[in-house]
């Protein structure tokens, strides 16, 4: 503290001589104090000081003061319940009145015709000591509320450590040796404090494993030993063998403990028994995880939604639909995962909150030109008063693709049966018609003599018939009239085979016999003819020579063959009609069919190509799907293709592809397995 604060204090002057008192404030003023008080006798200085209006920071008293009491008693008053720092004046030195001021807490004594100077010192010196008093007298309150507040938290502390349920343990820093351990740290352990332990040995002495070996816990690893480098822990993994042989699992929570000084002087841990709450958790663990393979491994879309319709879970399949992890789909609007169930909203959400079930409705999903089918099962969940539910979401989308094909199957057996029929009712009179006109030829003929004896008999000359006929040109037409009965006769018998209802048995087949009839099959197609005639088509035919006979079921590879040239023929078509209003001239329908034998694979491969519009290539993968079709609403199901590589692949263990660029046209792959036979896949 500088001398100007010093200057700055008030100092009360008790002084009953009036020449002294204005010689003393004089000086003191000189010097630079110029806050100084007086009073004339020791009664109003206790006064003064007693009542607290104005505050005093140091006191000049003169011993003698005259009237009333001295100066001697007047500072014992006043010191007695004020601390003040306080300098007797006096202009004797007599040895008795010195040494009665001395027995007073006095800060000094000064003579008055003492130079100012000794005065000036005496006083700053007297602050200075009384500063240095109330400092300590500081420290010393500091000192007992530290003291006290010691006895208070080592008082809370062992009564703590007495109703803690939980184990406390506490070790000396560095060297491991244990302080404290209440009584449920000795029972957890087995032990209690044992002596000639260390940091090195606290492992072993208490038999601390890893849980689940045979080895000390890792000292690196300790929470106690962690502790005496500053650091907090946590473990759950911790294995004590009890002294009878038993052992607790124990989770134990570590921390540092230091002094004043920010230095470590102790560690200390924390612990309790989590053996049941472990075996709990593994058993809840396997059920949770027996529960989430279960749901995982079903085949639907699960997803768990609350009366907002905000996903709370979804399994695999939901997440492999959604693209998203579950984590991420927490908390997210079902139609924003689940676009599809838009139209289903207010539907789903008056479901959950009044806790009914749904079954099997019907939703369908459109994507790129795709239709998916699918089932959707809801049922409510309730639990702790929240309204929540499951979806399960079935993809039936080849079911109802495998009904249509059955319903397109009975369609065909129907109409094949139908067409059976009328065949058989042909044959019989296109028989009779076939052999009239034999019978009618050889009545004509020259070489027969009983036609000539008839033609005499008659007077009628047969060489006059016989020119008659060849000017009318009427052999020509019972010519063209047996060919066109044959040509019906070969029609109703390629019908009768592929109509023919199959046992869905495998025989040997020469392929390239089974394409040629198609081929027929196809020329007499009423929905390809009735615009565009199939006989147009230039058909170049590629067939290895000595082919193997092949293991298939011949009415089902018929139905492939018919359903690929109808479309290419159609292809084509719309090709020809393309070329025809451009003006551009030249075009030829064509297919190209090859069939070879590939030695090293053992397949027999059958290509048909046709130079039709092509196939698109966003479309190209597409093509064998159910109901994907690229014609016209109405002009087709969708399923010709599909069914044909359901039964290639499925039926006969083959392979069906397709190669397109377009504008170009499509060529059309299948390799069937010629020294096995397929597994008999078929659809009833």
């Known amino acids: 503290m500088n001398n100007k604060n010093y200057f700055d204090k008030n100092i009360l002057l008790v002084e009953d001589d009036r020449v002294t008192t204005e010689l003393q404030m004089l000086n003191l003023k000189k010097v630079g104090y110029v806050n100084v008080i007086h009073v004339s006798s ?29 100066g001697i008693k007047t500072a014992k008053t006043i010191l007695e319940n004020h601390d003040l720092p306080l300098i007797f004046l006096s202009s004797h030195t007599d040895a008795d009145v010195i040494e009665e001021a001395g027995n007073i807490s006095s800060y000094g004594y000064v003579v008055k015709n003492n130079e100012i100077i000794v005065l000036d010192v005496s006083i700053k010196m007297a602050f200075r000591v009384f500063e240095s008093h109330i400092k300590e ?13 010691l006895i208070k938290q080592n008082g809370l502390f062992s009564a703590l450590l007495k109703v803690l349920p939980i184990g406390v343990f506490m070790v000396e820093a560095p060297t491991g040796k244990p302080l404290l351990a209440n009584e449920p740290a000795q029972k957890l352990l087995g032990r209690g404090i044992l002596p000639d332990v260390s940091s090195d040995t606290l492992s072993e002495v208490y038999s601390a494993y890893k849980a689940g070996t045979n080895k000390l816990y890792p000292k690196n690893e300790m929470p106690i030993l962690l502790g005496m480098k500053g650091l907090s822990s946590h473990i759950d993994d911790m294995e004590v063998l009890k002294p009878d042989e038993s052992k607790v699992l124990l989770e134990v929570y570590g921390t540092p403990i230091f002094d004043d000084n920010g230095h470590i002087w102790a560690s200390l841990v924390s612990f309790f028994d989590i053996t049941e709450r472990k075996k ?44 998203s992890i579950e984590k991420s789909s927490e908390g997210r609007q079902l139609i924003e995962l689940f676009p599809l169930l838009t139209s289903n909203v207010s539907m789903l959400k008056k479901a959950v909150r009044e806790k009914t079930v749904l079954v099997d409705l019907k939703v369908v999903e459109r994507i790129n030109g795709k239709t998916l089918n699918y089932n959707l099962t809801m049922y409510p969940l309730s639990s702790d008063g929240i309204n929540r539910a499951v979806i399960r979401l079935d993809d039936v989308t080849e079911r109802v693709a495998l009904e249509e094909i059955m319903i397109q199957s009975d369609k065909i057996l129907s109409v094949g049966g139908l067409a059976a029929g009328f065949a058989h009712e042909i044959n019989n009179p296109l028989s009779g018609m076939i ?42 037409i019972l010519r063209r009239l047996k060919e066109s009965g044959l040509r019906i006769s070969k029609i109703v018998k390629n019908m009768l085979s592929f109509a023919r209802k199959s046992d869905f048995s495998f025989e040997r087949v020469d392929m390239t016999q089974v394409l040629d009839l198609a081929i027929d099959l196809a020329a007499t197609d009423y929905d390809i003819k009735k615009e565009f005639d199939f006989k147009n088509i230039i058909i170049n035919r590629h067939y290895e020579i000595n082919l193997p006979l092949i293991e298939c ?36 329908p064509t297919f190209n069919i090859s069939i070879s034998l590939d030695s090293k694979t053992g397949l027999l491969t059958i290509t048909i190509s046709d130079n039709g519009m092509g196939i698109h290539a966003l479309n190209r993968n597409k093509i064998f799907e159910p109901f994907f079709t690229t014609k016209k609403p109405g002009l087709g199901t969708g399923l010709g293709l599909s069914v044909s590589y359901f039964i290639i692949t499925k039926n006969h263990g083959g392979q069906m592809s397709v190669e397109s660029e377009e504008g170009l046209g499509t060529t059309f792959i299948i390799k069937l397995p010629v020294d096995k036979k397929p597994y008999d896949f078929n659809i009833e």
């Open 42 to 70: 020791g009664e109003k200085a206790i006064q003064l000081i007693d009542s607290n209006t104005q505050q005093i920071d140091l006191i000049l008293m003169d011993i003698h003061l005259g009237s009333g009491i001295d």
């Open 137 to 149: 007298l500081n420290n010393e309150k500091m000192l007992k509320e530290k003291t006290d507040n």
């Open 280 to 323: 709990a958790e593994k058993d809840l663990s396997s059920m949770k995880n027996y529960l989430t393979e279960i749901i995982n491994s079903m085949p639907s879309s699960l997803i768990v939604v609350n009366e907002d319709l905000l996903v709370i879970q979804l399994n695999k399949i939901a997440q492999l639909k959604t693209g």
């Open 435 to 476: 052999q009239s006109v034999d019978v009618l030829s050889r009545r004509l003929s020259l070489e027969i003599d009983k036609n000539t004896q008839v033609a005499d008999e008659i007077g009628v000359s047969f060489e006059a018939i016989k020119s008659y006929m060849e000017k009318r040109d009427i052999s020509t």
């Open 553 to 588: 079921e011949v009415t089902k590879i018929q139905q492939v063959f018919l359903n690929l040239f109808r479309n290419g023929a159609e292809s084509m078509q719309d090709k020809k009609k393309l070329c025809d209003s451009d003006g551009t001239s030249g075009y030829k």
